[in-house]
Nanobody, 126 residues
Framework: VQLQASGGGLVRAGGSLRLSCAAS????????MGWFRQTPGKEREFVAA???????????FYADSVKGRFTISRDSAKNVIYLQMDSLKPEDTAVYYC?????????????????WGQGTLVTVSS
Protein backbone atom coordinates (compact mmCIF):
# COMPACT_ATOMS: atom_id res chain seq x y z
CA VAL A 1 0.00 0.00 0.00
CA GLN A 2 1.27 3.48 -0.88
CA LEU A 3 0.82 6.30 1.60
CA GLN A 4 0.85 10.07 1.08
CA ALA A 5 0.88 12.31 4.15
CA SER A 6 0.05 16.02 4.20
CA GLY A 7 -1.12 18.81 6.46
CA GLY A 8 1.98 19.75 8.40
CA GLY A 9 2.93 23.34 9.07
CA LEU A 10 3.82 25.98 11.62
CA VAL A 11 1.46 26.65 14.51
CA ARG A 12 1.67 28.38 17.86
CA ALA A 13 1.49 26.47 21.10
CA GLY A 14 -2.13 25.78 22.00
CA GLY A 15 -3.16 25.71 18.36
CA SER A 16 -4.42 22.89 16.15
CA LEU A 17 -3.48 21.09 12.96
CA ARG A 18 -5.00 18.20 11.07
CA LEU A 19 -2.78 15.75 9.24
CA SER A 20 -4.06 13.56 6.42
CA CYS A 21 -2.74 10.31 4.99
CA ALA A 22 -4.13 8.99 1.72
CA ALA A 23 -3.71 5.29 0.97
CA SER A 24 -3.67 3.63 -2.43
CA UNK A 25 -2.68 0.34 -3.98
CA UNK A 26 -4.46 -2.17 -1.79
CA UNK A 27 -7.68 -2.32 0.14
CA UNK A 28 -7.59 0.21 2.91
CA UNK A 29 -9.50 -2.14 5.15
CA UNK A 30 -6.68 -4.72 5.17
CA UNK A 31 -4.49 -2.59 7.43
CA UNK A 32 -4.18 -1.00 10.79
CA MET A 33 -3.19 2.61 10.07
CA GLY A 34 -1.10 4.78 12.30
CA TRP A 35 1.00 7.86 12.86
CA PHE A 36 4.56 8.08 14.12
CA ARG A 37 6.85 11.04 14.63
CA GLN A 38 10.57 11.66 14.70
CA THR A 39 12.87 14.46 15.78
CA PRO A 40 16.57 14.75 14.89
CA GLY A 41 18.73 12.34 16.82
CA LYS A 42 15.80 10.37 18.20
CA GLU A 43 14.09 7.18 17.17
CA ARG A 44 10.75 7.28 15.43
CA GLU A 45 8.02 7.02 18.06
CA PHE A 46 4.45 5.85 17.97
CA VAL A 47 1.72 8.48 18.18
CA ALA A 48 -1.67 6.93 17.32
CA ALA A 49 -3.28 4.11 15.37
CA UNK A 50 -6.69 2.91 14.28
CA UNK A 51 -7.84 -0.58 13.37
CA UNK A 52 -11.12 -1.97 12.15
CA UNK A 53 -12.93 -5.17 11.42
CA UNK A 54 -15.61 -5.58 8.78
CA UNK A 55 -15.42 -1.86 8.04
CA UNK A 56 -16.16 -0.80 11.62
CA UNK A 57 -13.59 0.95 13.80
CA UNK A 58 -12.61 -1.61 16.38
CA UNK A 59 -9.73 -0.03 18.25
CA UNK A 60 -7.78 3.17 18.60
CA PHE A 61 -4.38 3.43 20.27
CA TYR A 62 -2.61 6.53 21.55
CA ALA A 63 0.75 7.32 23.06
CA ASP A 64 0.38 8.63 26.60
CA SER A 65 1.93 11.93 25.56
CA VAL A 66 -0.92 12.72 23.15
CA LYS A 67 -3.95 11.18 24.86
CA GLY A 68 -6.75 13.69 25.21
CA ARG A 69 -5.17 16.06 22.68
CA PHE A 70 -4.89 14.06 19.45
CA THR A 71 -7.65 12.14 17.69
CA ILE A 72 -7.17 9.61 14.91
CA SER A 73 -10.01 8.90 12.51
CA ARG A 74 -10.63 7.59 9.02
CA ASP A 75 -12.79 8.19 5.99
CA SER A 76 -13.13 4.79 4.36
CA ALA A 77 -14.88 6.21 1.30
CA LYS A 78 -11.82 8.37 0.56
CA ASN A 79 -9.18 5.91 1.84
CA VAL A 80 -7.82 8.61 4.11
CA ILE A 81 -6.90 8.71 7.78
CA TYR A 82 -6.62 11.88 9.80
CA LEU A 83 -4.78 12.98 12.89
CA GLN A 84 -6.49 15.92 14.56
CA MET A 85 -3.94 17.57 16.83
CA ASP A 86 -5.25 20.04 19.41
CA SER A 87 -3.60 21.87 22.28
CA LEU A 88 -0.27 21.51 20.53
CA LYS A 89 2.93 21.90 22.52
CA PRO A 90 6.46 22.76 21.37
CA GLU A 91 7.48 19.19 22.20
CA ASP A 92 5.08 17.97 19.51
CA THR A 93 7.42 19.46 16.92
CA ALA A 94 8.56 16.60 14.67
CA VAL A 95 8.30 15.03 11.26
CA TYR A 96 5.11 12.97 11.27
CA TYR A 97 4.85 9.76 9.27
CA CYS A 98 1.84 7.62 8.53
CA UNK A 99 2.17 3.84 8.49
CA UNK A 100 0.21 0.79 7.44
CA UNK A 101 0.43 -2.59 9.15
CA UNK A 102 -1.27 -5.82 8.19
CA UNK A 103 -0.56 -7.86 11.32
CA UNK A 104 -2.04 -7.94 14.82
CA UNK A 105 -3.23 -4.35 15.34
CA UNK A 106 -1.75 -3.76 18.81
CA UNK A 107 1.75 -4.52 17.47
CA UNK A 108 1.80 -1.23 15.62
CA UNK A 109 2.23 0.45 19.01
CA UNK A 110 5.66 -1.21 19.24
CA UNK A 111 6.58 0.05 15.79
CA UNK A 112 5.43 -2.81 13.55
CA UNK A 113 4.71 -1.60 10.03
CA UNK A 114 4.55 -2.74 6.41
CA UNK A 115 4.64 0.66 4.71
CA TRP A 116 5.66 4.20 5.51
CA GLY A 117 4.49 7.38 3.90
CA GLN A 118 6.80 10.34 3.39
CA GLY A 119 6.94 12.63 6.39
CA THR A 120 5.21 15.93 6.96
CA LEU A 121 6.81 18.51 9.24
CA VAL A 122 4.91 19.93 12.20
CA THR A 123 6.51 22.87 13.99
CA VAL A 124 4.96 24.25 17.18
CA SER A 125 6.33 27.58 18.34
CA SER A 126 6.25 28.68 21.97
Amino acid sequence: VQLQASGGGLVRAGGSLRLSCAASGRSFSDYTMGWFRQTPGKEREFVAAISWTYGITSNTFYADSVKGRFTISRDSAKNVIYLQMDSLKPEDTAVYYCAAYGGTPKNIVAGAHDSWGQGTLVTVSS
